[in-house]
């Protein structure tokens, strides 16, 4: 079928709507009219190539929309289902079947390679095959995804916002929940208040943490973390950052959720815990460097990373959802939508930071 996508042509250039060929879901497939996408810092990542992605692509990997087609095999959803889309994983891996599909053993072949689990694309522009991302491609007007990638979702939420709780609102919430498993009391610091770590402050306001510290450098997103349950906000611009963070829990937090992608705050978040305190590393963070003995092993801490939250997303959107119906999960308050011919400014004001979670409207 002829489908409006936005095309990543070439490295750093901007998205083109444009008309491509999508094909028909295969057994194991679903086809899903796209309502809304979630603009992503991985997306920027991608078409920046930062992290290699075959180009030409269709990018977008927070999709919501309506099941409009199933395979013969697919069991989980069914036409006129509300769905959002997630990441891509196999299902067969030792890590899959135990229940940590983020950790998939083809987690960056099927998200980041271009292809679908069969090894196959599924969107054509004339004779040239496009890549997919995160095995959806969620920057059109329909998206073919495996049934592993798709969430059924209930019909009295406004679907339009839902997208992101498939990646960056699902990898800040499910670190915290899922991850660390803070204990209620327990103290945590959250390093960048965009959309994963802001969804991180309310999911350790969730948990009932003694302690939740808000680092940013932009004052705006400072105020709404404090909203969003942060009992203290630190600008880092302004101070010693590791020096307050004791200062405020009397030696250090428990946990730190990493999600800057800053090589000096990579380190000062393991710097700023208590021992036997645990830095969780979300962002994609180049090289920085640790004085092992000092900052890690004399103190008994540790580095872990997490990916998409540990989450199982069949199991785990719909309990943010649950959360948010409850009124004890307001991701809501992070968002700006933006037309579908907008999606480039919508990348603009990301970056800025003027803009939290832009989503894009598809239709």
């Given at each position: 079928?002829?489908?409006?996508?936005a095309?990543?042509?070439?490295k750093?250039?901007?998205?083109k709507?444009?008309e491509?060929?999508?094909?028909?879901?295969?057994?194991?497939?679903?086809?899903?009219k796209?309502?809304?996408?979630?603009?992503?810092?991985?997306?920027?990542?991608?078409?920046?190539?930062?992290?290699?992605?075959p180009l030409?692509?269709?990018?977008?990997?927070?999709?919501?929309g309506?099941?409009?087609?199933?395979?013969?095999?697919?069991?989980?959803?069914?036409?006129?289902?509300?769905?959002?889309?997630?990441f891509?994983?196999?299902?067969h891996?030792?890590?899959?079947?135990?229940?940590?599909?983020?950790?998939c053993?083809?987690?960056?072949?099927l998200?980041?390679g271009?292809?679908?689990?069969?090894?196959?694309?599924?969107?054509?522009?004339?004779?040239?095959?496009l890549?997919?991302?995160?095995?959806?491609?969620?920057?059109?007007?329909?998206a073919?995804?495996?049934?592993?990638?798709?969430?059924?979702?209930?019909?009295?939420?406004?679907?339009?916002?839902?997208?992101?709780?498939?990646?960056?609102?699902?990898?800040?919430?499910?670190?915290?929940?899922n991850?660390?498993?803070?204990?209620?009391?327990?103290t945590?610091?959250?390093?960048?208040c965009?959309?994963?770590?802001?969804?991180?402050?309310?999911?350790?306001?969730?948990?009932?943490?003694a302690?939740?510290i808000?680092?940013?450098?932009?004052?705006?997103?400072?105020?709404?973390?404090?909203?969003?349950?942060?009992?203290?906000?630190?600008?880092?611009?302004?101070?010693?950052?590791?020096?307050?963070?004791?200062?405020?829990?009397n030696?250090g937090?428990?946990?730190?959720v990493?999600?800057?992608?800053?090589?000096?705050?990579?380190?000062?978040?393991?710097?700023a815990l208590?021992?036997?305190?645990?830095?969780?590393?979300?962002?994609?963070?180049?090289?920085?460097?640790?004085?092992?003995f000092?900052d890690?092993?004399?103190?008994?801490?540790?580095i872990?990373?997490?990916?998409?939250?540990?989450?199982?997303?069949q199991?785990?959107?719909?309990?943010?959802?649950?959360?948010?119906?409850?009124?004890?999960?307001?991701?809501?308050?992070?968002v700006?939508?933006?037309?579908?011919?907008e999606?480039n400014?919508?990348?603009?004001?990301?970056?800025?930071?003027?803009?939290?979670?832009?989503?894009?409207?598809?239709?």
């Amino acid at each position: 079928m002829e489908i409006k996508a936005a095309v990543t042509h070439g490295k750093g250039e901007e998205f083109k709507l444009e008309e491509v060929r999508l094909d028909d879901p295969k057994d194991n497939e679903v086809l899903v009219k796209i309502v809304a996408s979630g603009v992503c810092h991985t997306d920027a990542v991608a078409r920046d190539q930062d992290v290699p992605v075959p180009l030409p692509a269709v990018l977008g990997h927070e999709g919501s929309g309506v099941v409009e087609k199933i395979g013969s095999n697919v069991q989980t959803v069914e036409p006129g289902d509300h769905a959002v889309l997630s990441f891509s994983s196999c299902g067969h891996c030792e890590n899959c079947l135990t229940g940590y599909p983020s950790y998939c053993l083809y987690f960056n072949d099927l998200n980041f390679g271009g292809i679908m689990n069969d090894k196959t694309k599924r969107i054509h522009q004339g004779d040239q095959e496009l890549s997919t991302f995160f095995g959806q491609s969620s920057f059109g007007t329909y998206a073919v995804a495996n049934a592993r990638n798709v969430v059924k979702v209930d019909k009295d939420v406004n679907l339009s916002l839902l997208g992101p709780l498939g990646c960056g609102i699902q990898t800040g919430a499910g670190t915290v929940l899922n991850k660390l498993q803070p204990k209620f009391g327990e103290t945590i610091a959250v390093y960048g208040c965009g959309a994963v770590g802001l969804s991180a402050v309310m999911a350790a306001n969730i948990v009932g943490c003694a302690k939740i510290i808000a680092v940013d450098v932009h004052d705006s997103r400072l105020e709404l973390a404090k909203e969003l349950g942060a009992t203290d906000v630190l600008n880092s611009k302004e101070m010693d950052i590791v020096d307050e963070i004791k200062k405020i829990t009397n030696g250090g937090t428990n946990y730190t959720v990493e999600s800057t992608s800053v090589p000096t705050l990579a380190r000062y978040s393991v710097q700023a815990l208590k021992p036997l305190g645990v830095s969780a590393v979300v962002g994609v963070t180049q090289e920085t460097e640790f004085n092992v003995f000092e900052d890690i092993m004399a103190e008994g801490k540790s580095i872990v990373g997490a990916i998409e939250g540990n989450a199982i997303p069949q199991l785990f959107v719909p309990k943010l959802i649950a959360y948010y119906k409850a009124g004890k999960f307001p991701f809501d308050k992070l968002v700006k939508v933006y037309d579908f011919d907008e999606i480039n400014q919508a990348f603009k004001d990301s970056k800025k930071g003027t803009t939290v979670k832009p989503i894009v409207r598809i239709a």
